[in-house]
């Protein structure tokens, strides 16, 4: 018998059916029903016959248990419900031990002790943990910026490898041709997705051009086809670069509409300037790449949008920071008040730019992203520890994936090199590797920063990026017990080189259900192309919008009512009868104010209560009393005196007479 014909008749493991009495049955669990990390699970994968050796095939065990309803296999139930035991349930806001039950692509029950339906999949989750399945918010999985070029990884690929690390929803960008249709470009994409896509996902588009017809496109896509965020380039010149004054039309566009401004944040000028510069001095290679965009350039960018963007009171969301600096703008503006979102990229957590300067050129090539990775190795540390304290949000992969020879079309010029890194199957093993294990993050931010920020953003939340009753059955099961090193020769992702490899990290999705359905047992994926369903994100997310709404609240400056007053009058004509104590302006021709005490005519007090110097007591009629005759009041002089007695002359007190 061949090798093959022998594999292929050993039959497949089974849970036992179910016992008629449910007092006893075989049932196939987690920890006892296969392998507990990828260790493990590789023993069991059927190795090609050797000379010497027959094909051995371990199967799987099966454990007695007691007082239970039986389980039906993994990836082949048929009633579409799945309970899962036992498992530390983790949300964005609370932790606690509790079981699971699925039916028919909902959660129907979150509690201790559920009851075990007839026919349905268990699945052991204990000391394992239980949490939303991950939503990453930037991918590329049809078309890169280079549009002159194919991606590796499309929607299928793509999919099949976010979902062996524990994302279930993508958010993939559409880019439009620059002066062609959005909506086009959104349909294709859509198609595309709907197609291939093994998990769910969402749609941003890119805007290349802001005219009229560009901003009625932005419209129909929010009000009728799901699209809650708009992505603008300040990069990329002549291909996707917007000006200062485009760009904060359609910020104000985008805040009409109730979206989410994204934004590509770099200076597309003065990276076009430094490229030749480099290029002319003979820098060709892929460290050029990180030379002609340094940090400054990604920080004016980032300052410049969050500044145009207070103004406009829109939210904003900066794509893929990778300085601290950036960071550190992020963090001002949000101390201002403004509403902004950072999204560092999985990249960026890991690893830094001193890969641009390796000597071999394929490998520095597969590293160019935008902005760069940077040279200072604290870098990424710093990062982790600004998604830790709040500064920056949420993580996503920028997976935009090239192969070697299509990145080879700029071994002559860096600047031809087409950007883009993997990231959408390691995104969740970095985040927890990076903060969890590290002990820098706990695991309801982990949560928060990989799946529930992103559903709020989409404005699904708790629908998606929650483990509750009513919620879509998007979950993970991560086994916080798998070590493993990172490799391409193992990864589901499509490229020919993994920016990660080598690199060790602790847990992975031991089990995934995506729509209520396994597609991840025991760290195999049986994902089907097409399942994938688009899901519309509604505008006027309330976690941005709430915030929104409140600062156009505030009260308003108010026009200053004036009326016409004479040229040569500084502060506007005064009532005659409240002058007394005001500033006397130039130009003054009101009615005098009778000084009693000196029984004087005389200007108003100024504006600091004291007499107005070039007023005098002194009157050549004398002193003026007032006399009351018939019932009026009438103003005569006093007799003449020969001196007078000043008491507070100007320069201070004196008892002399004048």
């Known amino acids: 018998m061949s090798a093959a014909s022998s594999r292929s008749s050993s039959p497949r493991p089974v849970t036992a059916p179910v016992m ?92 201790e002790d559920l009851k075990i339906p007839e026919g349905a999949t268990v699945i052991d989750a204990v000391d394992k943990f239980v949490f939303p399945g991950g939503i990453d918010t930037n991918t590329h999985l049809y078309q890169g910026v280079d549009k002159t070029v194919p991606v590796k990884d499309d929607f299928e690929s793509g999919t099949r490898a976010a979902l062996a690390g524990g994302t279930t929803m993508v958010v993939d960008l559409v880019i439009p041709e620059k002066g062609g249709s959005l909506v086009d470009a959104f349909t294709a994409w859509k198609e595309a997705g709907e197609e291939k896509s093994c998990c769910d996902f969402a749609l941003t588009v890119a805007v290349p051009h802001v005219t009229d017809g560009s901003k009625e496109e932005m419209e129909k896509l929010a009000k009728e086809h799901g699209v809650n965020s708009f992505k603008m380039f300040m990069a990329y010149k002549d291909m996707m670069m917007l000006d200062d004054s485009d760009l904060m039309e359609a910020f104000k566009h ?184 590290a002990g820098k993050m706990e695991m309801t931010r982990f949560v928060e920063v990989t799946s529930s920020a992103a559903a709020k953003l989409l404005n699904l939340y708790p629908r998606k990026g929650c483990i509750a009753e009513g919620s879509d059955a998007d979950i993970v099961i991560w086994n916080p017990n798998n070590i493993r090193t990172i490799t ?97 302006p130039r130009g003054y021709c009101q009615q005098e104010v009778f000084n009693k005490k000196l029984g004087i005519y005389q200007r108003p007090l100024s504006a600091h209560g004291v007499r107005n110097q070039q007023d005098s007591s002194f009157s050549l009629s004398g002193p003026r009393k007032s006399n009351k005759n018939n019932g009026g009041e009438e103003m005569t002089a006093s007799p003449r005196r020969a001196a007078v007695k000043v008491n507070s002359p100007p320069g201070g007190q004196a008892g002399a007479f004048w």
């Open 20 to 111: 008629s009495d449910r007092r006893a049955y075989n049932r196939r669990t987690a920890n006892q029903g296969g392998a507990t990390d990828s260790s493990q699970m590789s023993s069991l994968m059927w190795q090609p016959l050797s000379p010497v050796e027959p094909v051995k095939e371990m199967l799987f065990v099966e454990t007695q248990a007691e007082e239970e309803v039986g389980a039906t296999p993994f990836f082949s139930s048929d009633t579409g419900i799945v309970i899962i035991k036992g498992g530390q349930v983790v949300n964005c806001d609370e932790m606690t031990v509790a079981d699971v039950l699925v039916e028919d692509g909902k959660i129907t029950a979150v509690g």
């Open 254 to 437: 985008v805040k009409d509409l109730g979206c989410i401004a994204k934004v590509h944040a770099e200076n597309g000028d003065i990276i076009s300037e430094n490229q030749k510069r480099l290029l002319a001095n003979g820098v060709t290679g892929p460290e050029g790449h990180l030379l002609a965009q340094p940090e400054e350039v990604e920080e004016m960018a980032v300052r410049k949008a969050c500044t145009l963007a207070k103004q406009a009171n829109v939210p904003l969301y900066i794509c893929n920071p990778t300085s601290m600096e950036a960071a550190e703008v992020i963090k001002e503006f949000k101390e201002k008040g403004l509403v902004v979102i950072g999204e560092p990229s999985t990249a960026s957590l890991a690893l830094d730019g001193s890969h641009y300067f390796n000597k071999c050129w394929s490998h520095a090539a597969s590293f160019i992203t935008s902005p760069p990775l940077r040279d200072d190795p604290e870098t990424k540390d710093q990062l982790v520890e600004a998604l830790k304290d709040g500064t920056l949000d949420i993580v996503g992969s920028d997976h935009c994936t090239y192969d070697l020879n299509i990145r080879a079309q700029g071994k002559e010029n860096f600047s031809k090199i087409p950007g883009g890194v993997n990231g959408i199957e390691e995104r969740m093993a970095i985040v927890y590797e990076r903060g969890v294990v």
């Open 488 to 584: 391409q020769k193992t990864q589901q992702q499509a490229a020919d080189f993994n920016i990660f490899e080598g690199l060790k990290v602790t847990g992975a999705p031991e089990f995934v259900l995506c729509g209520g359905k396994i597609v991840v047992a025991e760290y195999q994926v049986n994902a089907c192309p097409g399942s994938g369903q688009f899901i519309e994100a509604p505008t006027r997310p309330g976690v941005c919008y709430d915030k929104i709404k409140e600062i156009d609240n505030k009260d308003q400056p108010t026009r200053i009512e004036r009326d016409d007053v004479p040229t040569d009058d500084v502060d506007g004509p005064v009532d005659a009868k409240d002058t007394f104590g005001m500033t006397t």
